[in-house]
């Protein structure tokens, strides 16, 4: 089991190289095989096809990038530490991982189910993260005790969806995640947008 899991987890490196280059479309069993050095049929005793070594990719990254972020809200002196950071990782991602989320297919009208199964593995993470930060800031007085923490993460988590998607089609075909000036543009927006909801959910003596 040790060994398979080994092998496993060479493979999902090799492939991420691909999609994070070529993306999801350019990418093909047989490129990720022959980057191996293995027959295709070796590749497929371990996943089924592409789209299933594509999202066991996109777990492994999410987990790998998150774990960090889980640890430091224990030890994170503010919420708005927690934020700050949290809002490092995310521009990381989108510099990093840009093809590994189908960026381009937001400006479809209707992105494929693999893409929504990616973004639906993305928030999942982020709201179980972002619940985590707003307990936190209850239990240390920042933030409002009659807060839900986990309603509130997951309406959260859907505005900056929505700010991402409609900032995917206002770039129309000529957003490029590498031009780290549009780039920072959306993520000062993420960052007003945080700062507004975190301001309306502060503790206030007398009010809350």
């Known amino acids: 089991m040790a060994e398979q899991d080994q092998k496993r987890t060479i493979i999902l490196e090799a492939a991420l190289k691909r999609f994070k280059r070529y993306g999801l479309s350019k990418t093909t069993m ?62 990381k991602m989108l510099l990093e991982y840009h093809f590994l989320f189908g960026v381009n297919e937001w400006i479809k009208d209707v992105p494929s189910s693999l893409m929504r199964q990616t973004i639906e593995l993305l928030q999942q993470v982020e709201i179980s ?33 929505g700010l991402w998607v409609i900032w995917c089609k206002w770039q129309a075909a000529g957003f490029d995640p590498h031009d780290r000036e549009a780039l ?20 206030r003596p007398g009010i809350n």
């Open 129 to 161: 993260f972002l619940s985590a930060t707003i307990t936190k800031g209850i239990n240390n007085g920042e933030l409002c005790k009659d807060t839900n923490a986990a309603l509130t993460a997951g309406l959260l988590v859907n505005v900056l969806f």
């Open 184 to 203: 920072k543009c959306f993520m000062d927006r993420e960052e007003q947008v945080l700062t507004i909801f975190f301001n309306g959910l502060k503790y």
């Open 30 to 91: 047989e490129e990720i095989a022959r980057d191996l050095e293995i027959s295709k049929g070796s590749l497929y005793y371990y996943f089924s096809d592409k789209e299933s070594i594509y999202i066991a990719v996109v777990e492994r990254m999410i987990t790998d990038c998150f774990s960090n972020m889980s640890a430091y809200v224990e030890e994170a002196p503010s919420v708005g530490d927690i934020i700050h950071r949290y809002l490092e990782l995310k521009e």
